[in-house]
């Protein structure tokens, strides 16, 4: 009996010896995820911090600010819409505010003088720190193109234009029926800007919008 | 010796019509490369008797296997673990916003502080469109706005169980 006991002491010892650590393994699983993680970041920010950027990267941009252009419609019917709570609108109209390149640009969204500006949207992007602006009520736009591409103004700065169509509800008839269509220019820009990731910031190439022609 | 490797999630059903990369690992040698099909399964011809495979697909988390190949066994399965972060992010890009505070405070405990969010455009050769850190991410996700919809993650890296890195393009054909 007491030599049974001995070789299954003997046999337990063996398996905590040889047994593969648990530690170890997570410890080398950590470190190959962070070492992916470091590199992936790496090349990630060497495309958005590059010094000049390729046609490819441009396309890229313009294809960018077509749907910045569509953000911006959907953020001006969400800061319409008067059932959603000031809480919810003041984010939006910080959203709209980072579309462009500055909250300085002349954004004249209007169809045959159908807007007197006095509008809660209109207020509210105001507040939010828009100083040349006036909007249609009802605004629609739609049809974004590529206008004139994006082209190299300096080390820092590449701008084009947008064309697109916009209508307005037509208030006068109260039909739900649009104002005839009209064409606008919107320039765009790309230029660096500073992102913060984590504790660290760095400038990236950004796409943003600016005025309306 | 040929071996299949069907790419299954725990839940036993194959991962179809998705892509699969399997990276196959040799001593001193760069890695092979290849894909699987469109049912999951990988065909490997090799005279080792041990291979090291990473295996990586959307919405699933990369994993490293390893396998002692027996001339007997020429089949077998692979399970890999569901990325729920990946598949919930697609998720919220689909769905309405109701409750737009719990959506942000649930993708703030998903995404790592420093974590890196970039767009790209095109399937073949994409470019990158746009980069979001963490704040402009989920405020972009948690507005309803078309050009986030309908995202598609194409690949993502962890950090303490956090998203850290994260690739996506949007389907424009189901906008």
């Known amino acids: 009996m007491r030599r049974l006991l001995n070789i299954s002491a003997l046999v337990l010892i063996y398996f905590i010896f040889t047994a593969k650590s648990c530690d170890g393994d997570d410890q080398f699983r950590a470190a190959e995820e962070q070492a992916g993680v470091n590199s992936a970041k790496d090349s990630i920010a060497a495309v958005f911090t590059s010094d000049t950027l390729s046609n490819q990267a441009l396309r890229a941009f313009e294809a960018t600010a077509r749907l910045k252009m569509f953000d911006f419609r959907d953020y001006l019917n969400l800061l319409s819409d008067t059932a959603t709570s000031d809480v919810f609108h003041a984010k939006v109209a910080g959203m709209t505010g980072e579309l462009f390149i500055s909250r300085e640009v002349r954004l004249d969204l209007t169809c045959s003088g159908a807007a007197n500006g006095n509008d809660n949207l209109n207020k509210t992007l105001k507040k939010s720190g828009f100083k040349h602006i006036i909007i249609s009520p009802g605004v629609v736009f739609d049809s974004v193109t590529v206008n004139s591409p994006l082209q190299k103004v300096s080390d820092s700065l590449y701008s084009g234009t947008l064309k697109f169509r916009l209508q307005c509800e037509d208030l006068n008839r109260r039909t739900g029926k649009l104002t005839p269509d009209v064409f606008r220019v919107i320039d765009i820009f790309v230029a660096k800007r500073e992102n913060i990731f984590g504790t660290k910031s760095i400038k990236v190439w950004t796409i943003l919008l600016g005025d309306v022609h | 010796m040929q071996k299949s490797y069907p790419g299954i999630n725990p839940s036993k059903e194959p991962i179809t019509n998705n892509t699969i990369e ?72 689909t769905m309405k916003v109701d409750d737009w505070v719990e959506r942000r405070n649930r993708l703030d405990k998903m995404i790592d502080d420093a974590a890196m969010i970039y767009q790209v455009l095109g399937e073949k050769n994409p470019v990158g469109m746009e980069l979001f850190n963490k704040q402009q991410f989920i405020d972009k996700l948690t507005v309803p706005s078309g050009s986030l919809r309908n995202i598609e993650i194409l690949d993502s890296k962890f950090r303490d169980e956090k998203i850290s890195v994260l690739r996506f393009r949007v389907n424009e054909k189901d906008k």
Do not use: W
């Open chain 2, 22 to 93: 399997v990276r196959l690992l040799l001593d001193g040698e760069s890695p092979v490369t290849g894909l699987c099909d469109a049912k999951g399964s990988f065909r490997l011809k090799t005279d080792k008797s041990l291979v090291r495979l990473v295996i990586s697909t959307p919405y699933y988390r990369s994993d490293t296997i390893v396998r002692i190949l027996k001339k007997l066994n020429q089949e077998e399965i692979v399970s890999l673990h569901a990325n729920d972060y990946a598949l919930m992010i697609h998720y919220f890009s």
